[in-house]
């Protein structure tokens, strides 16, 4: 095995899944001819023809409302947005159709539709190509979210989405696409959803992580590591379905929980996570939980770095919950 | 416009029966509101030619993605009266298990998708579900039900792009019935008609008398075989007129005249169609009587039945959320398990 990157693992899951079933079709923007504008897709359109793999107008309702449209005849297609932040129009394609389908037709009509989306901040994209709205589908019943951090995740994790039976919102961390780098297994080799990984051990402070911010926070553990302080680096894969279990037992050997996202922190996922730890872990807890997140204002360009979860801000955060008795 | 007698003497018949019967369960179904024993209605009256004439029209392996207006499309599709009337009640029977309000309903079995409220969501699923027929090689069509204020929807533009892009069979089946909710047709677009909006996508558009059942079967027929033939997407305009409110929830005196609704009174599509089958002598009066009376009974052993079922049990709550429950949907079932138990919940 060699070392791939991010992005190679969501093409590699992409191939194997549309050369094992030719249920498994693939629309977007630019997705085709041109291999996607990250190439998530490429090579694609080469391989499996026009008619698997469908050049879309620009039209990001479009796209999902065809998706799901097809998804109701049984095939499985993966939708590609090309920005997290384009993904407004299709909101309502996405929370009033696909994430109630099976829902409102008592199990008639199920919609397992998987919707890609490059998201998060750290490539200077400004406004709109910046955003972490994980929240606003974390809070859709109906709805799995599956956020990669590693090659080998997102190739598994994609593999599992497109053979879910429900609709699920992939997002990829594009700030890592060609960073992140590792072996990944060869063929239809999954990693199930609910599931969290242990990215390192540690036995004084808790770090909950998903997309881009694993890298950091385990580069924040590594900083601290040098004072003394063990931190746990927990990557939570996906965020619905929750794993619960993992955050519970980790809480509970640590008694301290930093949670780190890029999305600003007021109604984030971190605040359900904060709530999940307290509701369950409260006499456990020897400091109160913290979150270490983007900050309640719009994405901001110049200022990015200032804006993002750094490594120093993190490891500050784990040092300060470290250091509360 | 072509003659009635091309269409087939069975299917007329059919279709005012069809008509009779949509109109009545449609009668019913506002009165059981008015009394309370069901929550919501949405009427369909003065569509009936319309509704019925596109239904009957389609084969039964077209795809269907209605509305939540489309009881006439629903009964030629064969949908059981019983099976609707168990979703107006929302009791143990019903498909959907009593998740959705009157007339948002679907069924796999009659390839007749679950409605939604959103307007114009529909459109752009119809174009995904032809594209999966063409996918597969099935021969079919995939018709979205919608009226003249889902053309303004953003859905609706999308549909028709894609459908025109992809030259995919769909025809898009616009019931212009004058008013969305409040807004009259001619303050929903400045264009001077809805079918000449197809033009700009690039393929047909088609204005029919929507309360000339025959007219309307003969178009969408027409739509169908081109659609078929690997010609493209129809836009088909039924023009027609909603005599009743926009649901029961609404009441249409307070934005138009008395004299309008009476004016499309005098066009009424089932009075049309009798007055063609009487003049060829396929039904007599005795005849019409005996289909009245049929679809009364009918749709009164239809309510009846409804009306015993009991509610959804409570735990149904919780299915169908996802395939499987994760855990902390599971961990709430059994937390809303022990409130039922203690009597802190009362079904």
């Not at chain 1, 791939?4 to 194997?16: C, D, E, F, R, Y």
């Not at chain 1, 997290?84 to 309502?92: G, H, L, Q, S, V």
């Not at chain 2, 009226?147 to 992809?166: C, E, I, K, L, R």
């Not at chain 2, 009245?292 to 735990?315: G, H, L, N």
Request: aromatic share 8%; with cysteine.
């Amino acid at each position: 095995m060699t070392d791939i990157t991010l992005i190679q693992g969501v093409n590699q899951a992409l191939k194997v899944a549309m050369a094992k079933d030719p249920d498994v079709v693939v629309l977007g923007e630019d997705v085709g001819v041109n291999g996607g504008v990250f190439r998530a897709t490429d090579g694609l359109y080469k391989e499996f023809g026009e008619k698997r793999v469908l050049d879309t107008p620009l039209s990001e309702n479009g796209i999902i409302g065809m998706a799901i449209g097809m998804a109701l005849q049984g095939l499985k297609p993966v939708a590609e947005i090309q920005f997290m932040d384009f993904i407004y129009p299709a909101f309502d394609q996405i929370v009033s159709e696909a994430a109630k389908f099976r829902y409102r037709s008592g199990g008639e009509f199920p919609a397992h539709v998987v919707i890609r989306t490059p998201y998060g901040g750290g490539i200077k994209g400004g406004l709109y190509h910046s955003q972490s709205t994980e929240q606003l589908f974390t809070s859709t019943p109906g709805l799995k979210v599956v956020i990669p951090s590693t090659p080998a995740d997102a190739k598994g994790l994609l593999l599992s989405a497109i053979f879910d039976e429900d609709p699920v919102i992939f997002l990829e961390p594009k700030r890592i696409y060609r960073t992140s780098t590792g072996e990944v297994p060869e063929g239809d080799v999954r990693v199930p959803f609910g599931k969290a990984r242990t990215v390192k051990e540690g036995a004084d402070v808790s770090v909950f992580a998903y997309g881009a911010m694993v890298p950091q926070s385990l580069q924040a553990a590594n900083v601290v590591e040098k004072m003394g302080i063990h931190a746990e680096v927990i990557d939570l894969r996906t965020l619905v379905p929750l794993d619960v279990d993992a955050i519970v037992a980790s809480v509970e050997k640590t008694g301290r929980a930093v949670i780190v996202h890029e999305a600003p922190k007021f109604s984030g996922f971190g605040a359900e996570l904060s709530a999940t730890i307290s509701e369950r872990c409260l006499y456990s807890l020897k400091a109160p939980v913290l979150r270490v997140t983007g900050y309640d204002t719009p994405f901001p360009y110049a200022l990015e770095n200032l804006y993002l979860p750094s490594v120093d801000r993190i490891a500050r955060g784990i040092e300060r919950t470290a250091s509360t008795s | 416009m072509s003659e009635a007698t091309d269409v087939p003497k069975e299917i007329m018949v059919r279709g005012f029966r069809l008509m009779v019967l949509g109109r009545t369960a449609d009668e019913r179904g506002v009165n059981l509101q008015r009394q309370g024993r069901i929550g919501f209605y949405v009427p369909m009256n003065g569509q009936e030619a319309a509704q019925v004439g596109c239904g009957l029209a389609l084969e039964e392996k077209d795809w269907i993605v209605p509305a939540y207006r489309e009881i006439g499309v629903a009964l030629s599709r064969g949908i059981p009266l019983k099976t609707l009337f168990d979703q107006f009640y929302g009791n143990s029977s019903d498909v959907l298990k009593g998740r959705q309000m009157p007339c948002h309903y679907g069924y796999r079995d009659y390839r007749y998708v679950t409605a939604s409220s959103p307007v114009g969501t529909q459109i752009i699923l119809a174009a995904g579900l032809a594209q999966a027929s063409v996918y597969r090689g099935e021969k079919v069509v995939s018709v979205p039900f919608f009226g003249d204020g889902a053309t303004s929807s953003s859905d609706f533009h999308a549909g028709m792009n894609f459908a025109g892009v992809y030259n995919l069979p769909v025809l898009f089946f616009c019931q212009n019935n004058g008013w969305a909710i409040s807004l009259p047709r001619e303050k929903q677009t400045r264009s001077s008609s809805l079918a000449e909006k197809a033009e700009a996508y690039g393929f047909r558009g088609v204005q029919v008398d929507g309360n000339d059942f025959s007219a309307v079967y003969k178009v969408v027929r027409d739509a169908r075989a081109q659609a078929l033939a690997g010609k493209g997407p129809t836009l088909i305009e039924a023009v027609t007129f909603r005599m009743g409110p926009h649901s029961t929830s609404d009441d249409p005196t307070r934005y138009r005249k008395q004299e309008t609704v009476a004016s499309w009174k005098a066009k009424d599509p089932i009075e049309h169609l009798r007055e063609q089958l009487l003049a060829k002598g396929w039904i007599t009066e005795e005849g019409i009587e005996q289909v009245q009376e049929e679809a009364k009974r009918e749709v009164q052993s239809a309510i009846d039945a409804a009306e015993k079922a009991p509610p959804p049990e409570p735990t149904t709550l919780f299915d169908d959320v996802f395939r499987d429950r994760p855990k902390l949907l599971e961990e709430q079932r059994s937390e809303f398990m022990e409130l039922l138990k203690e009597g802190v919940l009362r079904p």
